[in-house]
């Protein structure tokens, strides 16, 4: 076959695959269950045609962090967004997955790429299907909001009445970078759901080698000691032979730079969940990874 009889069968094949190109989405705002109650979240999905998958962060950033898997779909046609939370990827909150409120929403959002901000009502559910606290979403897009936030940042950094340190604390780059790193603190615990028989565990510095030192438990048996963390990842297998398993994670030296803040990453064939510390030396923080 030549060239030239060869073209149109590419062009039919490439047209036809745009549609299957993935469009992503990042939201963030709060649900609102009452006048006074209001808890931070964060709904970020991809589109492929009129089906959406992705996540939510619910108390994003926190102490009662939960994300969640959310699906759905979108009708362009009559400009209806659908999606429902449906499975807890990880909690910091020590409710267990039978008594989380799952969000469900469907509401009015004409030309969802062009739309900055949607909200509206949603239905809470139990994981079984029954009724639990419903309320109201208020969403922006996030990258509106950063390019609102860096506008504000750039008038504050070349205010010369403003002195340097305190340009630094306001730099909305570190606010940005903080809210984004899903910090573990001290004496915090973070819930990992999954249905595997083993987990990657994976541990490296992602900042500046500053020789940051830990001791790793795995149900309170010592795995590393006074272990020096690398930008070289070291890669773990955790098998689970128990309906919970404890990472533990205790601080040992804070390096030239404190705190200690080491970066955990847990994957299984579902999920992946991406985690730093921020510790002081002697402190720990821990993850349990719960078997669904």
Known sequence: MTLKNKFPFFLIFLFSSISLFAQSYDYLGVIK???SSFISYRLTFEKVNDSIKGYSLTDYTGKHETKSNVKGYYDEKNSRLTFSEYDIVYTKSPVVQKDFCFVHFEGKVRNLDRTGAFSGAFKGKYADGTKCLNGEILLNDQGKIAERLAKIDRK??????????VKQKVSVGRVLDTISRNIIAKNENLNIYTRDQKIK????DAGKEDGD?????IDDKPVLENYTVLHDKRILEVRLAKPQTVIRVEAVSEGTSAPNTVRLEVEDTRNFVRTITNLKKGEKAQMTLVKK
């Open 213 to 217: 030192q830990v001791n790793l438990f």
């Open 33 to 35: 269950l009452n006048d």
């Open 201 to 204: 565990l994976v541990i490296y």
């Open 156 to 165: 504050i950094q070349r205010n010369g009445r403003i002195a340097d340190s």
